[in-house]
């Protein structure tokens, strides 16, 4: 198992419990209604993203700096277009991060 893996199994497992769902579809999630969740699950999908677009011969750290800002940015991106899906706008703004 990849350090990779590891990350994304764990993120995901963080923002399941936390949110109190089993899964968390991004692709069906609008980028409206991800602007409105509350601050733990804005940390808990930026951390699984984070992960997800992490390259294969990426350290394995996790720069919180740079996932708050990336959060950040897809709250914002997200509050200017609410009709999205979140998973699109994720790869619009962190898969161009890698």
Do not use: H
Not at 64 to 78: H, P, S, W
């Amino acid at each position: 198992m990849t350090m990779k893996t590891i990350l994304l199994a764990g993120a995901a497992i963080l923002a399941a419990s936390a949110a109190g769902a089993a899964t968390l579809d991004l692709r069906k999630v609008t980028c409206g209604d991800f602007a409105k969740s509350d601050s733990q699950s804005l940390t808990n999908v930026s951390l699984w993203l984070s992960g997800y677009y992490m390259g294969e011969d990426d350290d394995a750290v996790i720069d919180f700096d740079r996932v708050n800002k990336m959060g950040n940015a897809l709250v914002q991106y997200c509050a200017a277009n609410p009709k999205e899906p979140v998973s699109d706008a994720a790869e619009k703004l962190m898969g161009k991060a890698k």
